[in-house]
């Protein structure tokens, strides 16, 4: 009676392993799938009104929209352009990879996702010169991707 319960015993465990390895190898598989997703929601991203046409948009009295698109390797729109002493809003996204969005000197500093919108609000005062830089690896031309923002 013994053997019969480690017989069972035995099956169980050779069971669990293959379940395991099932669930291994399936996993990659689910997350191709979700790229896929996120092309669907990028392209869908391209036809948002917001970033048909990436540009600066006054939405309130001293307060700027800017629609920025961040690509494999620069931001658009580049520079950026916005009246001194206003208040602007960063609405970014991505077309392709994953990239960062940093307006240096400032704590603008986000995650740039395919499919999603960053937004993150900032107060710029004199004119002056920002640079914008991605702090993502994003691939080879990582290290040259920059942008500006102009106030002005
Ligand atoms: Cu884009 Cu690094």
Redesign the pocket.
Known sequence: AYEKIWLVFAILLILLLLGSVTYGAVGPGVAMVADSEDQINANALDEDDRFAEPRVERVGENHYEAYVV?F??GFQPDPIVVPENSTVTFQVTSRD?I??FEVVGTNANTMVVPGEVSELTVEVGEPQEYGIL??????A???V?EGKLHVV
């Open positions: 961040a494999q390797f990879v990239h960062g991605c702090n993502e690896y994003c691939g031309g990582h290290h991707m």
